[in-house]
């Protein structure tokens, strides 16, 4: 449960030694920069803007690459590699083909869709031998639309109303007919009344240089065009993506650069010398001194009295077995550097409060089997993948806690394969079966398993709570504010198991423990405001006590749940399979089964992570932790 002693340093050296010194320094990775006096503002705009477009590249030819090139990107490689990149890359080249590219693209896209528009424009007047509407002294031509179900209306109407008139109809769609109107000026204004009327549009084609037949055959022609272009210029950013891993070491390259500016601007300098400060592990403090003058001999590394009020970084360093449960300290936020690390208190809880709520072994399997085969396929350290192998050890806890409870993917023992089960006086049961949530018998074993937990898991956080101030000398605080909790807990428990002619005895125990804790409780007042503070104290303890050993109730609610959810898939899935023949309803039911669990597996491992990460929060940390420390982030050469 230790955090990393932290010890801040100042790195003097001669001002010519600068570049190999942040080199040396950026190579070790153990130096937390601070700032040495004013910080310099300098304009990183052109930096930024080289960078976006770096990323901007990745992220297009990211789209495109083939799975051989992507997997290369996910390949580790060393600092030569890297550099070697960055100074053999064509970025420059890279990036202005790239945004050739885009703007061509975005050119055709833009001419595809005018051209569209102008084909269904064209649509219905394709037919018309021109798009030039010729007017003599006398007669017009008029185009326009009309609903096809109304032609024949407009037909009539100009036969009684203007026979010396013509319409002829262009085509139509079924829907919308298009039409050439021929009639005299004189009756201009009675043909608009009357087809106005009947839903008359009059329509004005773009200015053709060719007959609308052609023009629109030109417009598909130049479409086609256009798509190959597109297609081309995608082949062109699939040939360059074999660039991508290069990119992604220049990127990292850049990042290093970066690194090293901000450390620049947070030194300290003279005509002469220059100091970085910061925060480093006191363990390395030997080594990087050691490093430093073998740099140089005008180089000088000395401790450093914090400012008042300054916090140390916080650094975990836990046993490998603990340190997947750092994930679970850390979305609550870091200890302060004057706390212990909660990680290795919460761990044993966390997984088994995890496997308590799913109550499925079967489920469980399924967890450790996923998580498993990405680890051990993908080769994850647990420090690079702390989260997947905390699922992992969650999944294995899963399946050892819940075989007592006869949690096999909701499956009663009837329903269950016959080499799992076997006969006992209670009936058929599961092996290693010794309660069932399905009776009331069991659900009360888990109920006051969860109770007993809290319980524990609470007097455990009041524990460390004391236990700490102990370590830091404070024992007449972690006596009387922490240990007077358990020595009245213990009362109790003795009271509880006392043999009966011992009844009286323990019970004045009791009454002791309850003095002593009113007593221990009230420390820090008046001498006799003490016992009415002291009673307070302990009403507020055990109203506390009470509602946080309350919540610890939700991994009955979440192990019933579970069951409940699985046994309803199940369910569903063979009522469903019943309204097919046999050789259709097996395979719905299998497929059923298998979406059904699979939902439910996803949703009951959120809800297990969140509730057990919860009672570690709320009712766990508020006995001993505060948090609110910052993270440790070493100056070092970090992969993006």
Same mark, same amino acid.
């Given at each position: 449960?230790?955090?990393v002693r932290m010890q801040k340093v100042?790195?003097?050296?001669?001002?010519?030694?600068?570049?190999?010194?942040?080199? !040396?320094?950026? $190579? /070790?990775? @153990? +130096?937390?920069?601070?700032?040495?006096?004013? =910080?310099? %503002?300098?304009?990183?705009?052109?930096?930024?803007?080289?960078?976006?477009?770096?990323?901007?590249?990745?992220?297009?030819?990211?789209?495109?690459?083939?799975?051989?090139?992507?997997?290369?990107?996910?390949?580790?490689?060393?600092?030569?590699?890297?550099?070697?990149?960055?100074?053999?890359?064509?970025?420059?080249?890279?990036?202005?083909?790239?945004?050739?590219?885009?703007?061509?693209?975005?050119?055709?896209?833009?001419?595809?869709?005018?051209?569209?528009?102008?084909?269904?424009?064209?649509?219905?007047?394709?037919?018309?031998?021109?798009?030039? !509407?010729?007017? $003599? /002294?006398? @007669? +017009?031509?008029?185009?326009?639309?009309?609903? =096809?179900? %109304?032609?024949?209306?407009?037909?009539?109407?100009?036969?009684?109303?203007?026979?010396?008139?013509?319409?002829?109809?262009?085509?139509?769609?079924?829907?919308?007919?298009?039409?050439?109107?021929?009639?005299?000026?004189?009756?201009?204004?009675?043909?608009?009344?009357?087809?106005?009327?009947?839903?008359?549009?009059?329509?004005?084609?773009?200015?053709?240089?060719?007959?609308?037949?052609?023009?629109?055959?030109?417009?598909?022609?130049?479409?086609?065009?256009?798509?190959?272009?597109?297609?081309?210029?995608?082949?062109?950013?699939?040939?360059?993506?074999?660039?991508?891993?290069?990119?992604?070491?220049?990127?990292?390259?850049?990042?290093?650069?970066? %690194?090293?500016?901000?450390?620049?601007?947070?030194?300290?300098?003279?005509?002469?010398?220059?100091?970085?400060?910061?925060?480093?592990?006191?363990?390395?403090?030997?080594?990087?001194?050691?490093?430093?003058?073998?740099?140089?001999?005008?180089?000088?590394?000395?401790?450093?009295?914090?400012?008042?009020?300054?916090?140390?970084?916080?650094?975990?360093?836990?046993?490998?077995?603990?340190?997947?449960?750092?994930?679970?300290?850390?979305?609550?936020?870091?200890?302060?550097?004057?706390?212990?690390?909660?990680?290795?208190?919460?761990?044993?809880?966390?997984?088994?409060?995890?496997?308590?709520?799913?109550?499925?072994?079967?489920?469980?399997?399924?967890?450790?089997?996923?998580?498993?085969?990405?680890?051990?396929?993908?080769?994850?350290?647990?420090?690079?993948?702390?989260?997947?192998?905390?699922?992992?050890?969650?999944?294995i806890v899963t399946f050892i806690v819940s075989?007592?409870?006869?949690?096999?993917?909701?499956?009663?023992?009837?329903?269950?394969?016959?080499?799992?089960?076997?006969?006992?006086?209670?009936?058929?049961?599961?092996?290693?079966?010794?309660?069932?949530?399905?009776?009331?018998?069991?659900?009360?074993?888990?109920?006051?398993?969860?109770?007993?937990?809290?319980?524990?898991?609470?007097?455990?956080?009041?524990?460390?709570?004391?236990?700490?101030?102990?370590?830091?000398?404070?024992?007449?605080?972690?006596?009387?504010?922490?240990?007077?909790?358990?020595?009245?807990?213990?009362?109790?428990?003795?009271?509880?198991?006392?043999?009966?002619?011992?009844?009286?005895?323990?019970?004045?125990?009791?009454?002791?423990?309850?003095?002593?804790?009113?007593?221990?409780?009230?420390?820090?007042?008046?001498?006799?405001?003490?016992?009415?503070?002291?009673?307070?104290?302990?009403?507020?303890?055990?109203?506390?006590?009470?509602?946080?050993?309350?919540?610890?109730?939700?991994?009955?609610?979440?192990?019933?749940?579970?069951?409940?959810?699985?046994?309803?898939?199940?369910?569903?899935?063979?009522?469903?399979?019943?309204?097919?023949?046999?050789?259709?309803?097996?395979?719905?039911?299998?497929?059923?089964?298998?979406?059904?669990?699979?939902?439910?597996?996803?949703?009951?491992?959120?809800?297990?992570?969140?509730?057990?990460?919860?009672?570690?929060?709320?009712?766990?940390?508020?006995?001993?932790?505060?948090?609110?420390?910052?993270?440790?982030?070493?100056?070092?050469?970090?992969?993006?």
């Amino acid at each position: 449960m230790a955090i990393v002693r932290m010890q801040k340093v100042a790195v003097i050296a001669h001002s010519s030694l600068r570049e190999d010194l942040i080199s !040396m320094l950026q $190579s /070790e990775g @153990v +130096l937390d920069v601070r700032p040495a006096g004013e =910080t310099q %503002q300098i304009d990183h705009t052109e930096v930024q803007y080289r960078k976006a477009e770096v990323e901007f590249a990745i992220t297009v030819l990211t789209g495109v690459a083939d799975k051989p090139t992507l997997a290369i990107c996910q390949r580790p490689c060393g600092v030569e590699d890297i550099i070697h990149a960055a100074h053999h890359t064509d970025v420059v080249h890279i990036v202005e083909t790239l945004h050739a590219l885009e703007k061509e693209d975005t050119d055709a896209h833009r001419r595809i869709q005018e051209l569209q528009d102008f084909c269904e424009q064209l649509t219905l007047w394709k037919n018309l031998k021109t798009a030039h !509407m010729e007017s $003599s /002294e006398n @007669v +017009l031509q008029i185009i326009g639309t009309l609903p =096809t179900l %109304q032609k024949q209306k407009l037909h009539d109407s100009m036969t009684q109303e203007i026979p010396r008139s013509i319409l002829q109809e262009i085509t139509n769609n079924g829907r919308e007919s298009a039409f050439l109107a021929i009639i005299w000026k004189d009756d201009k204004e009675t043909f608009e009344e009357m087809a106005t009327a009947l839903g008359w549009s009059n329509v004005q084609l773009p200015t053709l240089s060719q007959a609308p037949r052609e023009a629109y055959e030109q417009a598909l022609m130049d479409q086609k065009a256009l798509r190959q272009s597109l297609e081309i210029n995608q082949k062109e950013r699939e040939k360059l993506s074999i660039e991508l891993p290069s990119l992604i070491k220049v990127r990292t390259f850049m990042y290093w650069m970066d %690194q090293k500016q901000h450390v620049r601007e947070q030194m300290g300098a003279t005509e002469e010398t220059i100091t970085i400060l910061g925060w480093m592990p006191a363990k390395e403090f030997d080594m990087l001194d050691h490093k430093l003058h073998k740099l140089s001999p005008a180089t000088m590394l000395v401790k450093v009295k914090p400012e008042e009020g300054e916090e140390a970084p916080v650094a975990l360093a836990n046993k490998k077995f603990v340190t997947p449960f750092e994930s679970v300290t850390t979305l609550y936020g870091l200890p302060l550097p004057r706390e212990m690390d909660p990680t290795a208190a919460l761990s044993p809880f966390f997984a088994l409060y995890f496997g308590l709520c799913l109550t499925d072994s079967g489920y469980g399997a399924v967890i450790a089997l996923i998580f498993g085969i990405y680890l051990f396929s993908q080769k994850k350290t647990i420090k690079e993948a702390p989260l997947w192998w905390l699922l992992f050890i969650s999944g294995i806890v899963t399946f050892i806690v819940s075989i007592p409870f006869g949690g096999w993917f909701g499956l009663t023992p009837e329903q269950a394969p016959s080499f799992m089960t076997h006969e006992t006086a209670e009936g058929l049961r599961f092996y290693g079966q010794l309660w069932n949530l399905n009776e009331q018998s069991g659900i009360s074993f888990l109920q006051n398993l969860s109770l007993v937990l809290g319980l524990t898991h609470i007097f455990f956080g009041v524990f460390l709570a004391g236990l700490h101030k102990w370590i830091h000398g404070n024992k007449a605080g972690a006596f009387w504010q922490h240990f007077t909790a358990h020595i009245l807990l213990g009362t109790v428990i003795v009271r509880a198991f006392a043999p009966e002619h011992l009844a009286s005895v323990s019970t004045y125990g009791i009454y002791a423990a309850l003095a002593l804790m009113v007593w221990g409780l009230g420390s820090g007042n008046p001498l006799l405001l003490r016992p009415v503070m002291g009673l307070l104290g302990v009403v507020n303890f055990g109203i506390g006590l009470l509602s946080n050993g309350l919540s610890y109730l939700r991994i009955l609610a979440l192990g019933l749940v579970t069951g409940a959810i699985a046994m309803a898939v199940n369910q569903v899935a063979v009522e469903l399979g019943k309204l097919f023949p046999l050789w259709i309803g097996i395979p719905v039911i299998v497929v059923i089964a298998l979406m059904g669990h699979t939902v439910s597996i996803a949703l009951n491992t959120l809800g297990s992570f969140i509730h057990s990460g919860r009672l570690q929060f709320i009712e766990f940390f508020s006995q001993f932790f505060e948090g609110g420390g910052q993270a440790f982030a070493p100056f070092k050469r970090s992969r993006l």
